[in-house]
């Protein structure tokens, strides 16, 4: 099991690594992680685009949704 080395993340940044990295796909619907983390959608939001921005994820329009993905 080979975890990946992220720059400095902030505890809610690691909990949204682990949980990506955790399924199998490492990807999920923004939706998906809201319910796995049980943070807000804004709280949600905030923490994707802070970590879009530094190009740990990757996030891509799906219908009303969002496909979260890590990026290797």
């Known amino acids: 099991d080979r975890r990946i080395n992220y720059p400095a993340l902030i505890q809610q940044e690691e909990e949204f690594v ?11 619907w923004q ?6 983390s049980g943070y807000s959608k804004v709280k949600v ?5 802070s970590l879009e921005s530094r190009g740990v ?3 891509e329009p799906w219908g009303n949704t ?7």
């Open 31 to 36: 939706k998906q992680l809201q319910i796995r």
């Open 45 to 49: 939001s905030r923490i994707l685009r």
């Open 57 to 59: 994820v990757k996030k």
């Open 18 to 28: 682990k949980i990506l990295e955790d399924n199998p796909e490492h990807w999920m």
């Open 66 to 72: 969002n496909k979260i993905s890590l990026v290797k």
